[in-house]
């Protein structure tokens, strides 16, 4: 079934939902597609990832867990408590910028697992997985998802003044490789 582009992973990106008549091909949310499209686009614009977290808090976005609980009634992980169903984790917003699916792509084979006996999968590498592109409607265009991978790999920190120096995430040293800071 993944050889043939079909989808093997029971879980949707969010932002996405399975089409009723075809239980592999994905459909925009109507209710979440916007908000990963906000989440591209103030990456674009240079929020940092707590910029983005505060945007979601002020705007009341329900977690990508809380969101499968109340829509199934179940959830992977424990619920979390209900003064903070709308505190989205790092991990979650550096996954939606990421994720290939959001421009129309399925990807599969994305991880494997080393032995029956062993329970953890590891990640493959990007030449075994299989990209089927243009299988579902894209929410982010090519261009937007692109810029954001550039920005992704230029990682910049502000200083304890706030400010983002000029040669943040440029300069690193020569001799070790570690990260070189301003003074």
């Known amino acids: 079934k993944a050889q043939r582009g079909e989808r093997v992973n029971g879980e949707v990106p969010y932002g996405y939902i399975i ?3 075809n239980k592999n091909h994905l459909l925009p949310d109507p209710e979440t597609a916007h908000v990963v499209r906000q989440i591209f686009a103030m990456y674009i614009r240079g929020d940092r990832i707590c910029e983005i977290q505060d945007w979601l808090r002020e705007n009341k976005v329900l977690t990508v867990s809380e969101l499968r609980y109340r829509r199934t009634g179940s959830c ?3 619920r979390p408590h209900p003064s903070c169903i709308y505190n989205w984790p ?3 917003l550096y996954d939606i910028l990421s994720r290939k699916e959001y421009l129309g792509h399925t990807v599969n084979f994305k991880t494997e697992k080393v032995s029956y006996k062993v329970k953890q999968s590891k ?3 990007v030449e075994k997985q299989a990209v089927f592109e243009n299988h579902h409607e894209a929410i982010i265009d ?3 998802w692109e810029r954001v991978q550039e920005l992704r790999k230029q990682r910049k ?3 304890r003044y706030d400010e983002v120096g000029l040669f943040s995430g440029i ?3 020569a001799d070790c ?3 070189m800071y301003q003074q």
């Open 19 to 21: 089409d009723p008549e």
């Open 76 to 78: 992977r992980h424990p």
């Open 90 to 92: 790092d991990k979650t």
């Open 123 to 125: 990640e493959n590498p």
């Open 142 to 144: 090519r261009e937007t």
């Open 157 to 159: 920190r502000p200083n």
């Open 171 to 173: 300069l690193f040293c």
């Open 177 to 179: 490789g570690s990260v």
